[in-house]
């Protein structure tokens, strides 16, 4: 009986098969998915509801980081999603806006909610040499606009993946009148006044990285939902945040 030595690439072959065989196990979790809850003034109420009634359900596939005060526009690269809550003490100004914008560029999420627009300036205000008026200050996306006692809004994208599960309980819930629009006519307007280009939930592309908007405050949204004792309605809306923050951890 004869034997055949192995040659030296095949047994360098075996050798690498058998590493990865061994590093690399079958079920192995990936990394969770990384999101900042940035909030300041009755923004900290905001991002402490999405911590308790979103955030905790989803735990294992996302990590979070809850910031009561401002973010650093140059932290905003750690994470994976960043989620600005409406109220911050202190707007970016316009170099901290320009450098969220290069993070988006690059790929980064944003959730803006509310009133947040607002705090990324690429304008300040300013006075005219008369000295009597004052420009107004500009943002990255524009200011938003509040409407109350209006007609609701409509769903205009019903098959949008955001509104997965959303109307499974009642299809006029009560967050679907008044709230904080974006104006934004490049938006992808999925519920909002489409004639008007008024976003009350949307998403827009910024470079490789993804921008969403809500009109609404989530702990707002309780109060309202207790008072009107409709509690259930409330569940749509919740649905509507783990939709955002799962396509955001899947691109």
């Not at 280009?197 to 939902?225: D, I, N």
Request: proline share 6%; charged share 25%; with cysteine.
């Amino acid at each position: 009986m004869h034997f055949h030595r192995p040659s030296k690439i095949g047994f360098r072959i075996f050798l690498l098969v058998a590493v990865l065989c061994f590093t690399i196990r079958p079920g192995c979790a990936a990394e969770p998915f990384s999101v900042a809850l940035v909030g300041e003034g009755y923004g900290k109420y905001e991002i402490e509801a999405i911590s308790r009634r979103v955030m905790t359900e989803m735990e294992g596939a996302v990590v979070y980081e809850l910031c009561p005060s401002k973010l650093p526009a140059e932290e905003f690269k750690r994470f994976g999603l960043v989620i600005l809550a409406s109220s911050t003490a202190e707007p970016y100004r316009p170099e901290e806006t320009k450098e969220i914008q290069q993070y988006l560029l690059a790929g980064g999420k944003l959730l803006l909610i509310g009133t947040a627009p607002r705090n990324l300036l690429i304008e300040d205000a300013s006075v005219s040499e008369d000295g009597r008026r004052r420009r107004a200050p500009q943002f990255l996306f524009g200011p938003t606009q509040s409407k109350e006692n209006s007609s609701p809004a409509m769903v205009n994208q019903s098959d949008s993946p955001l509104l997965s599960g959303v109307f499974s309980k009642t299809q006029k819930p009560f967050w679907l009148s008044d709230g904080i629009f974006l104006p934004k006519a490049d938006c992808e307007n999925i519920i909002g006044v489409g004639e008007e280009a008024l976003v009350l939930v949307g998403r827009f592309q910024v470079g490789r990285g993804e921008v969403y908007y809500l009109g609404h405050e989530l702990f707002r949204l309780v109060k309202k939902a207790k008072e009107l004792d409709k509690p259930e309605e409330l569940d749509g809306w919740i649905q509507i945040l783990t939709n955002i923050i799962k396509a955001a951890s899947q691109k």
